[in-house]
């Protein structure tokens, strides 16, 4: 119900600016469209007036030129959209400013807007779902296969999995020059959503106390982790070194995790042992004898009940029945359980999630079979790679033709077939093969190309927005992509709440932001690096990124010391007290976004 209020709330904000823009930008700009048009119908009064607006535009700073587009009038938009190498969007499968501008008459871009909203939640849905039940169980399996420990896991492989989309998202922003005020406003926008709304909801649902060490440990680093991005933003330029150095805060930070995880448990390990010790040898022996007998008892029990229950026959299901089923989202246990408003939910994400299914495969190493499918198993080795081809770089290299002649899908294609009939002829249905774990690695493969591919597709989007719109990138990215990105996050740390464990929850609120912030950014400014200069110039836009800046570090601040003075109590009161000031960033956030609060 809360992502419904807000999603709406986001949708009638920006239809009422939409209009507001789209009507002042018909009627302000003072062009008079000639009767005497050029061949592609723009007339030369319209060109110049382009060319001057630009000229003018550029000697203010601005360094995106689609920005200007507003000032035009509505019937030379696209003409310019098209003539404009800043509005190509040439890392997304579709140009989405064509499509606002040229693809329907200008009255009707309203209507374009509002499809490109709906496509926007249709594309964090599907980042929802590829992360949750593909990408996330294909690391566990990776990290099981690897034998690491929990806390290893849980600060690279679990913090991964639950921040892919803030962290993809992040990624391609930040590689781009002109929407690095996307990843600002998203990181700063979902740290200050989480240790606010979602620490305070689950202060609420679930007063607790939480553990002190760890608390203080990922508030000081997330502390850390801003104070040099503000930094960096300040001064605008961040080199290759630095870039190194912040992702190496990360590092430390696991590092740290782990040595304390470690000495925490040798110090349990040696308080155990010393209380063990001082008992008498007798009773031990007696215990140990008495533990034991339970335990071979409880063994012949549990023999004896799967020796029971064992079908009489052993039922084999054929090739084609294992592949419908496993082609099936829905289970009919739960199905008759849930609701109606859950049924149609699942109807709607129905196409999406065999989508996924047909291209992403899953190994479960809670399963005895390790979720062996063979048939469906053989044809992500034909899906899977061709996913890859075609959604890297826009599938720029997929459709690239080998001498001219040869497309690289078509070979890639032919490589699947081979690879998916050798192992069709050389596995069975029962037994999963010894080199199961490549499906893993295959699934985590496709299932971040997917995940790329959305977070593309949505910053791409929401640049069409802050451009059609007059919206800064920043405050796209503290509302719509936080608001994204985060909002499943919350119901699943208050649904663990709620279970009785709210000292998981919180761990989840912060160890996962600090991940999502030096790793997005690291990434994306190498990206940028590699593809342009060793030096990558960012420009905050405006007075919101350091209101973004200082609200963040403000209430990073609060929880440093009201928490520690409220004996690392978490009680309702705090938790509204967190609701509140979420509340008031975000009203002082949007009057200083359209001009009420300005320096």
Known sequence: ????????????????????????????????????????????????????????????????????????????????????????????????????????????????????????????????????????????????????????????????????????????????????????????????????????????????????????????????????????????????GETLGYMGLYVVYVVTVIVSAYIYSHQKHSATRSSVQSSTHAPELQTSE????????????????????????????????ILLNSLNPVDSRTWRRKTWRWRTVKILKMPLEVLLLLTV????????????????????????????????????????????????????????????????????????PAYHLVFSLLGFLVSAMWISAAASEVVSILHMLGVVLSLSNNLLGLTLLAWGNSIGDCFSDITIARQGYPRMALSACFGGIIFNMLIGVGIGCLIQMFNNEPVVTLEPEGLLTWVLAGSLGLSLVFSFILVPLRCFHLGRAYGIFLLLFYAVFLLVALLTEFGFIHT
């Open 1 to 240: 119900m809360t992502s419904r209020v807000v999603f709406i709330s986001a949708l009638l904000l920006l239809w009422c600016h939409c209009r507001h823009v789209l009507g002042s930008g018909d009627s302000g700009t003072g062009i008079v469209p000639s009767p005497d048009r050029s061949a592609d119908g723009a007339d030369l009064l319209s060109v110049g007036t382009m060319v001057d607006t630009h000229s003018a535009m550029l000697r203010q700073g601005n360094t995106d030129e689609c920005d200007i587009v507003m000032n035009l009038s509505a019937a030379d938009r696209c003409a310019f959209v098209k003539a404009t190498p800043d509005c190509s969007m040439e890392d997304s499968f579709i140009n989405y400013l064509k499509m606002a501008f040229c693809l329907l008459p200008p009255n009707l871009t309203p209507l374009t807007i509002t499809l490109c909203i709906i496509w926007l939640l249709i594309l964090f849905i599907v980042l929802g779902l590829t992360a949750s039940k593909f990408f996330c169980p294909n690391l566990s399996a990776i990290s099981s296969s690897l034998r690491l420990t929990h806390n290893v896991a849980g600060v690279t492989f679990l913090a991964l999995g639950n921040g892919a989309p803030d962290v993809f998202s992040a990624t391609v922003a930040f590689s781009r020059p002109h929407t690095a005020g996307l990843a600002i406003g998203a990181l700063f926008g979902a740290g200050i959503f989480v240790t606010t709304v979602v620490a305070g909801s689950v202060s609420l649902v679930k007063p607790f106390t939480v553990a002190s060490r760890p608390f203080l440990r990922d508030v000081i680093f997330y502390m850390a982790a801003v104070f040099w991005t503000f930094i960096i933003l300040y001064r605008g330029t961040i080199s290759l």
């Open 290 to 321: 008495s533990d034991q007998a339970p335990l071979l008892s409880n063994g012949s029990i549990q023999q004896g009940y799967d020796s029971e229950y064992r079908p009489l026959l052993p039922y084999c299901e054929s090739t084609s029945s």
């Open 361 to 432: 495969p899953v190994v479960d190493p809670d399963k005895e079979d390790r979720n062996w499918r063979r048939p469906l198993n053989c044809l992500h080795l034909i899906t899977a790679p061709l996913v890859c081809v075609l959604t890297f770089s826009s599938g720029e290299y997929g459709l690239y033709l080998i001498e001219g002649q040869f497309p690289v899908w078509a070979l890639t294609l032919l490589f699947g077939l081979f690879l998916s009939a050798i192992v069709f002829l050389t596995t069975s249905n029962d037994q999963p």
